[in-house]
C-alpha cells in the first residue's frame, strides 16, 4: 500500500491544491477517472460558453434589422461549431494531464476510486492512504426514475455539448440553468425548443420577478409547458414521445432529441464515502463546517460534492481555503459573502445575495431600487426592451442586501454590487461613484438611485 501525504480525489478545482502542495514538496496522488479539468473544462462552463458565444452571434445576426441593417443566415456549420468547443477543452485538459505527469511529486491515479476505510482508497488492485485527503469530486447529472426513461436513448449536459448533428426539434426535460443555457443555444441555431417544466415558472431558484420576466421571454420564443409533469418516455422510429401530464390538460410531445436537465446529485455513492466515515447529507452530498472539514479525522471536502454553492467560482474561493486549512495547517473559516452567480442564456441573469422572497422570509426591513435598460442611453442603443436591475438595501445601514440584474451582460454588471458588498459598503458608494456615461453600467447607479428609503 502506498502512503502519501496528500491525496486529493477529482481533478477540478482540487488541482489548485495538488500542484500547490506538491510545490511545497510534498507527496502528493491525484485521483480521476475523466480527462483533468473537472466538470467546467469539460462539461460544464468552459465548453458550453464557447458554444453560446456562437449561439449569440446567430442571435445577433437575426435582431439586426433592428438597427437598420437586413441580413440573413444562410447555414449553420453545426459540427463545426461543437468541434471548435471541444478541441479547445480536449487540449487543455491533456496539457494538464501531461504537467501532472512530469510532476515529480505528484502520482495520477487515472481511476475510479472507492474509499474503503478512513483516508484509505482502493483503485482497481492497488490500495493508497493518505495522511491528508481532499474530497474535490463534483457531481453528476440526475436522472430521474421515470417510466420509459431509462429506455430511451436521452442525452444529459454531458453529450449536449458535443453533439454533431444539430436537432430539428429537442425536448428539454427540466426547467433550471443548465436547461436555459442549451435551450438558447440549441434555440438560436434553429432548433425548435419544447421545455417540460414541473414548477410555474423556469429558473426558479432566481429572484421570483426575474424568473417571471424570464419565463414570458421564452414563451415567446419557445414551447414552453409549465406545471408539466413528464410520465412517460417511448421512441417512434427516431423521434421521442414525451407523455406530460398538466393541471387542466395531457399533452404528447414529439422531438428527434431528448435532453434531461433535471439538476446534478454528488459522486459520494461512487466513492463510497461513508466507508471513509465521511457522513453525507439527505441528498448525498459531503458534510462539511466553516472550514470545510468533513467528518473523518485529516478529511475536507471542497466543490460541488460539498453542495453549498454549486459554481466553479465557488469551488476555487473553497480550494484557497482547503489549501490553507489543510496544506498549511492554518484554520480559516471559509467567506461566502456576495458569492454571486449568472445564467449565460438570452436574456442574461446574474445575482448576489438576497433575494426578495428571502427578505421577506427573514422579514428583514429593506427598501427597493429598480431600473429598466431601456430608460438608459446604451439599453436604447441596444434596444434591450426587457432588462432591468432589481436591488436591495438595508433601511438602517443603508448597506446592499443583494441585486438581481436580467438583461444585456448582466454578469458583467453584477460586479460592481459584488465589490460594493465585498467591501461592507453602503449602497451610496454606487450613487457617489462617477459613471462613464453612457455606459451601460449606468443602470446599475440608476437601481441605486431609484432605492425608496
Not at 116 to 138: D, Q
Not at 238 to 248: E, L, P, R, T, Y
Not at 317 to 336: C, F, G, H, R, W
Request: hydrophobic share 40%; proline share 2%.
Amino acid at each position: 500500500m502506498q502512503t502519501f501525504d496528500l491525496i486529493v480525489i477529482g481533478a477540478g478545482s482540487g488541482l489548485n491544491i495538488s500542484s500547490a502542495a506538491a510545490e511545497m514538496g510534498m507527496k502528493v496522488a491525484i485521483v480521476e477517472k475523466g480527462p483533468m479539468g473537472g466538470t467546467c473544462l469539460n462539461r460544464g462552463c468552459i465548453p458550453s460558453k464557447i458554444l453560446i458565444e456562437s449561439a449569440d452571434v446567430a442571435e445577433t445576426i437575426r435582431k439586426s434589422c433592428l438597427f437598420g441593417i437586413n441580413s440573413k443566415i444562410s447555414s449553420i456549420d453545426f459540427k463545426k461549431i461543437t468541434s471548435r468547443a471541444y478541441h479547445i477543452v480536449d487540449k487543455e485538459a491533456k496539457e494538464i494531464e501531461e504537467a501532472i505527469i512530469e510532476n515529480k511529486n505528484t502520482t495520477l491515479f487515472k481511476a475510479e476510486a472507492k474509499f474503503i476505510a478512513e483516508r484509505t482508497l482502493k483503485i482497481g488492485s492497488e490500495t493508497i492512504k493518505g495522511n491528508k485527503v481532499v474530497i474535490a469530486a463534483g457531481t453528476r447529472p440526475f436522472v430521474p426514475n421515470l417510466e420509459g426513461l431509462k429506455d430511451v436513448d436521452y442525452i444529459t449536459s454531458d453529450e449536449a455539448l458535443r453533439l454533431k448533428k444539430q436537432p430539428k426539434t429537442m425536448t428539454i426535460l427540466g426547467g433550471g440553468y443548465i436547461a436555459a443555457e442549451l435551450a438558447h443555444f440549441y434555440g438560436s441555431l434553429g432548433t425548435r425548443i419544447n421545455i417540460v417544466q414541473r414548477g410555474k415558472l423556469l429558473i426558479p431558484a432566481e429572484d421570483t420577478e426575474i424568473s417571471q420576466k424570464f419565463t414570458d421571454i421564452f414563451r415567446k420564443k419557445y414551447n414552453i409547458l409549465t406545471e408539466f409533469d413528464a410520465m412517460k418516455f417511448s421512441k417512434k422510429g427516431k423521434n421521442f414521445i414525451v407523455a406530460a401530464k398538466g393541471k387542466k390538460q395531457n399533452k404528447n410531445i414529439i422531438s428527434d432529441a431528448l435532453l434531461v436537465a433535471t439538476g446534478r446529485i454528488p459522486n459520494t455513492d461512487i466513492l463510497d464515502v461513508k466507508k471513509g466515515n465521511v457522513e453525507t447529507d439527505d441528498k448525498g452530498f459531503v458534510k462539511t463546517n466553516e472550514f470545510l472539514e468533513t467528518t473523518a479525522k485529516s478529511t475536507w471536502a471542497l466543490g460541488d460534492i460539498a453542495g453549498k454553492y454549486m459554481f466553479k467560482h465557488s469551488a476555487n474561493l473553497e480550494a484557497q481555503y482547503a489549501y490553507s486549512n489543510a496544506v498549511l495547517n492554518q484554520k480559516v473559516k471559509v467567506d461566502y459573502n456576495a458569492m454571486p452567480h449568472a445564467i449565460f442564456s438570452s436574456p442574461q441573469v446574474a445575482g448576489v445575495g438576497l433575494r426578495e422572497q428571502d427578505l421577506k422570509d427573514k422579514k428583514i426591513g429593506y427598501a427597493t431600487g429598480r431600473y429598466d435598460f431601456i430608460k438608459s442611453g446604451m439599453g436604447l442603443a441596444l434596444q434591450d426592451k426587457e432588462g432591468f436591475v432589481r436591488i436591495f438595501a438595508d433601511r438602517k445601514t443603508r448597506k446592499i442586501l443583494g441585486c438581481h440584474i436580467l438583461g444585456t451582460d448582466a454578469s458583467t454588471l453584477i460586479h460592481e454590487i459584488i465589490i460594493a458588498m465585498k467591501a461592507g459598503l453602503a449602497a451610496d458608494a454606487i450613487s457617489d461613484a462617477v459613471h462613464v456615461h453612457p455606459a451601460l453600467s449606468e443602470v446599475v447607479q440608476r437601481a441605486v438611485n431609484n432605492i425608496e428609503w
